[in-house]
């Protein structure tokens, strides 16, 4: 009897771990139809242009607040400044709430006389997969 509880219970573990691995998955294919979300502001790509919002072209390991041509926020140059540089990881935290994630970044750098007024992105994605999924999409523009 014990043996097979604990052969059950071995079971289902196995079985979790592998729902957990699925739902955690990056998959850039979903990412770029998340993506047309965010092309309202941006563009990616090897002929991207500034819009709304600078070029995401080779974002990641990229100094925020430093794309050329584009006219960033105080908020988002001061990230930069104190060492904000795009990961995956990054965009995955940055993508809920832009502001907070910027404000946050330069209290925890000691800089939160600098962590005042917004970004220029007002755009919020709620959805963890997704943003796993376009943080996904967007690497594979990476230099």
Avoid at 53 to 62: D, S
Avoid at 118 to 135: N, P, S, Y
Wanted: net charge positive; aromatic share 6%.
């Amino acid at each position: 009897m014990v043996s097979k509880l604990l052969t059950i219970v071995a079971i289902t573990a196995a079985a979790g771990s592998l729902s957990i691995g699925t739902a955690s998955a990056q998959d850039a294919a979903k990412g770029e139809t998340v993506f047309k979300q965010c092309m309202t502001c941006h563009r990616i790509g090897p002929d991207a242009k500034n819009l709304v919002g600078p070029v995401l072209t080779g974002v990641i390991g990229r100094q925020t607040g430093t794309a050329p041509g584009f006219a960033y926020s105080p908020l988002n140059k001061a990230a930069g400044e104190a060492g904000l540089v795009w990961s995956k990881d990054l965009i995955i935290a940055y993508l809920p709430d832009p502001n907070a994630f910027l404000k946050k970044f330069l209290t925890d750098k000691g800089k939160a006389d600098l962590a005042t007024g917004t970004t220029k992105m007002t755009f919020k994605l709620a959805d963890e997969q997704q943003r796993k999924d376009v943080a996904a999409y967007i690497a594979t523009f990476s230099k």
